[in-house]
T-cell receptor, first 115, second 111 residues
Framework: KAGVTQTPRYLIKTRGQQVTLSCSPISGHRSVSWYQQTPGQGLQFLFEYFSETQRNKGNFPGRFSGRQFSNSRSEMNVSTLELGDSALYLC??????????????FGPGTRLTVL | QKEVEQNSGPLSVPEGAIASLNCTYSDRGSQSFFWYRQYSGKSPELIMFIYSNGDKEDGRFTAQLNKASQYVSLLIRDSQPSDSATYLCAVNWGGAQKLVFGQGTRLTINP
């Protein structure tokens, strides 16, 4: 079974631009979560989608948004990029919310560099 | 108090020995606990998950959970150089499908 895929793997943008990252979950997985990883802050939760609905959101500004499609694929968007948005963005999928089905498997990540 | 705490290390263990990694968490409502391994430049890879108090063994790995003490640990037996990585403890916060991670413990296995 194929794992979580993320595109693109690497991105270089300049301040003020916007970016869209894509994630395809493991086949059959309906919950998709997004995380940001930086050396200073570690891994931080951005948001989670299940059945095309955002169920949980982390403490990030409104510039960070996302959506999920009917095939469970997800995208996240960052508008008006800032230097501090440079990070590894990780997508994780799980079968569904709830203990027993909530084990999250990570994709390879998208490395975003903002210049 | 941090939500999920781990010793950042580095933890250095000789090859063949037991590596012991510890984690405490502050939310009593959490039900699911995970250990991930992350090699430099790579994404986190699931090692173990545990939901019930006690021990869970999978090959050379044993996860231990004590909900009363809000404590999770990971033991790696017969440590190998390939086990050298950062180990991340994660808690599904309040059962909300939101993983909260510790800062990670950097483990080095010395041949």
């Amino acid at each position: 079974k194929a794992g979580v895929t993320q595109t693109p793997r690497y991105l270089i943008k300049t301040r003020g631009q916007q970016v869209t990252l894509s994630c395809s979950p493991i086949s059959g997985h309906r919950s998709v979560s997004w995380y940001q990883q930086t050396p200073g802050q570690g891994l931080q939760f951005l948001f989670e989608y299940f059945s095309e609905t955002q169920r949980n959101k982390g403490n990030f500004p409104g510039r960070f948004s996302g959506r999920q499609f009917s095939n469970s694929r997800s995208e996240m968007n960052v508008s008006t990029l800032e230097l501090g948005d440079s990070a590894l963005y990780l997508c994780a999928s799980s079968l569904a919310p709830g203990a027993g089905a909530d084990t999250q498997y990570f994709g390879p990540g998208t490395r975003l560099t903002v210049l | 108090q941090k939500e999920v705490e781990q010793n950042s290390g580095p933890l250095s263990v000789p090859e063949g020995a037991i590596a012991s990694l510890n984690c405490t968490y502050s939310d009593r409502g959490s039900q699911s606990f995970f250990w991930y391994r992350q090699y430099s430049g790579k994404s986190p890879e699931l090692i173990m998950f545990i939901y019930s108090n006690g021990d869970k063994e999978d090959g050379r790995f044993t996860a231990q959970l004590n909900k009363a003490s809000q404590y999770v640990s990971l033991l790696i037996r017969d440590s190998q150089p390939s086990d050298s990585a950062t180990y991340l403890c994660a808690v599904n916060w309040g059962g909300a499908q939101k993983l909260v991670f510790g800062q990670g413990t950097r483990l080095t296995i010395n041949p």
